[in-house]
Each structure stands twice: as structure tokens, then as C-alpha cells.
């Protein structure tokens, strides 16, 4: 297993997948399918991940110590589930990626990018 992350922003930029993923483990430790399910509730269907990209890159995100396989709970014990929750590192990641979009929105405020030009 690869040492924790000690600098979140060499990680940076994320892809919008990887971002949403570590997203849906914010709040607690889900399986897979919880993951896909949240990522098109969340995104209003824009952001449809398949069973393979998400499984695709929760590999890439257990290399890179940002997540983890953790025992699922004891009410959902079912031998299909994999449960995934994010890691200290992956959580500092998800701060730091979600800092350097403010500062892009705001930049982009201040530009007035949504204006309508005439």
C-alpha cells in the first residue's frame, strides 16, 4: 500500500468522475452501487458512470490511498457489496479540489462569464 497523500494539490486537477466519487463518500462508507446511484441522483442524471469506470477508478483511488475497502455494516452483510469510505488523505483531496473550483467560480464571477454579451 502507497504511503497517505501528504500534498493534496500534486493530485489536482481531479476528473469530474473522481471528484464526484469521492463526493458520494463524504458523508459515510457505501458500496459500489450506492456510489453510481449518487453520482446520477446528485447530477440530475448529467454524470452516468458505469459499473466498470466506477470500478476502474475506485482501484486507481485505493492505489492512491484516497479511499478504502472497509467490512460492510452488520445489517447489510451480502458477499456481492464492496464497501468503500474515504481515507484522511482522500478527504484532504476533496477539500483542496473543491478550494481550486471556488477560486475558478470566483474568477470567473469576476469576469461576469455568465453575462450575456450583446
Do not use: C, W
Amino acid at each position: 500500500m502507497p504511503p497517505p497523500v501528504r500534498d493534496a494539490s500534486a493530485l489536482l486537477p481531479l476528473t469530474p468522475q473522481v471528484f464526484q466519487i469521492l463526493l458520494s463518500l463524504s458523508d459515510g462508507p457505501v458500496h459500489g452501487y450506492a456510489v453510481i446511484n449518487d453520482i446520477r441522483d446528485r447530477t440530475d442524471g448529467e454524470m452516468q458512470l458505469t459499473a466498470s469506470t466506477l470500478y476502474d477508478a475506485l482501484a486507481r483511488l485505493l492505489d492512491q490511498s484516497l479511499i478504502a475497502e472497509i467490512d460492510p455494516p452488520d445489517d447489510e452483510r451480502d458477499s456481492r457489496r464492496r464497501y468503500y469510505a474515504l481515507t484522511a488523505g482522500g478527504r484532504n483531496v476533496l477539500v483542496a479540489e473543491t478550494r481550486r473550483l471556488e477560486r475558478l467560480l470566483a474568477m470567473a464571477k469576476q469576469k461576469r462569464a455568465l453575462r450575456e454579451r450583446r
